[in-house]
């Protein structure tokens, strides 16, 4: 929005806000007699607690990420299954341990990491992942 009264000034920085400047209203902030509080924009989620900044993803298919990471086979069963349980994962390096999660519409996803909310397996592969925004869509 667009401050039009002079005089306020930025919740996060303190420094004025002119008029014509672009500024948010801080969700939370009051002024003393309950008035809003604004921040300037370029302040983002620092200035706005309920506004998460967008993080960069790296997306990649389950054929890169065979050739990149190559999973292990779980050590509970003699033929070729990817998929271990969380008690198979003790004592793994922990940038070697990934999550199997249940996706929309029937699909499986992998991310770095052990989470627990909709999770259907673990992976370990051989190479270490070094960035946790990544995703893979497994098919």
Not at 6 to 14: F, H, K, N, R, S
Not at 53 to 61: E, G, I, L, P, Q
Not at 132 to 138: D, L, P, R
């Amino acid at each position: 929005m667009q401050i039009r009264f002079p005089g306020v000034t930025c919740a996060v920085c303190g420094q004025p806000l002119p008029p014509g400047s672009e500024a948010e209203v801080h969700p939370t902030l009051r002024g003393p007699k309950g008035g809003k509080k604004y921040y300037h924009s370029q302040h983002g989620a620092q200035g706005n607690p309920k506004v998460r900044t967008r993080r960069w993803v790296h997306k990649m298919s389950d054929d890169e990420f065979d050739r990149k990471y190559e999973p292990l086979n779980s050590p509970s069963v003699d033929w070729e299954y990817p998929y271990w349980e969380a008690d198979e994962i003790v004592g793994q390096k922990d940038n070697h341990v990934w999550t199997v999660l249940h996706g929309d519409v029937d699909r499986l996803y992998i991310v770095p990491g052990i989470h627990r909310v909709n999770q259907f397996a673990f992976m370990v592969t051989r190479k270490p992942w070094k960035d946790k925004n990544i995703e893979v869509k497994w098919t």
